[in-house]
């Protein structure tokens, strides 16, 4: 079904949302959890893009366009258009160790019964995605998250003077700091066009480009093996 991988490359910092704001109520407005942005948000560039420069018709994007995400990359791994991508709840790994569990006897068990140990990874390659904890850990397809969060105070400036507006006029936001050689990716049906475009709910410029995905990659052998119970 996918054929493009979409990278997207955040020109300075993004936001996790536009609601986080400063009051004896709420002191940080924790916007964060709204990062990265759910494919939906791309979804919807899709139709804001195609209405300002058409490059395909409306009815197709609205009946055939799917998109999944996000997920991430590097420059060196997008050249072989691999990227990273959550690690199932099935494996656990940690720098102390990895588990794996498994249904027997219709129950989820794991073999390695250290319950105290806690993830310190949670994205693998997708070339990765059937081996086990302890292999994928071994191989060294496993990643931290390359954002971070960092506190920035909005100000909310009068029209007419350089001075905050006297009723909500400074809002505390966690801006989202990504990794320079790291890229937002997600996996489409169709192409958007390569180019500069203002993506979320800030608006922020942010670099687009589309990947072509050919009937060999991991990912589309994987997605097109039979499901089994």
Not at 92 to 100: A, E, F, R
Not at 147 to 165: E, T
Not at 167 to 187: H, I, R, T
């Amino acid at each position: 079904m996918f054929k493009y991988l979409i990278t997207i490359h955040p020109l300075g910092l993004m936001y996790g949302s536009s609601g986080g704001f400063l009051s004896p109520e709420n002191l940080v407005g924790r916007s964060r959890e709204k990062f990265p942005p759910d494919a939906a948000t791309l979804s919807g560039l899709f139709f804001s893009a195609n209405k300002v420069n058409p490059f395909t018709h409306p009815e197709e994007l609205r009946d055939n366009l799917y998109v999944a995400g996000p997920f991430w990359s590097e420059e060196k791994r997008l050249q072989q258009k691999n990227f990273y991508l959550p690690i199932p709840n099935t494996k656990l790994i940690s720098d102390q160790g990895t588990k794996d569990w498994e249904i027997k006897t219709d129950q989820w068990v794991v073999k390695d019964k250290d319950y105290e140990l806690e993830p310190d990874y949670f994205w693998q390659e997708i070339v990765a995605w059937n081996r086990t904890a302890k292999q994928v850990k071994e191989s060294g397809a496993v990643a931290k998250t390359p954002w971070k969060f960092v506190p920035i105070l909005h100000p909310k400036i009068q029209k007419q003077q350089r001075q905050v507006q006297a009723e909500d006029g400074l809002f505390l936001e966690y801006a989202v700091q990504l990794d320079q050689e790291a890229c937002l990716v997600y996996l489409s049906t169709h192409e958007l066009p390569s180019g500069w475009y203002r993506f979320g709910g800030e608006n922020h410029v942010v670099e687009i480009n589309s990947l072509t995905l050919d009937e060999n990659h991991p990912l589309i052998k994987l997605l097109n093996q039979p499901i089994q119970t």
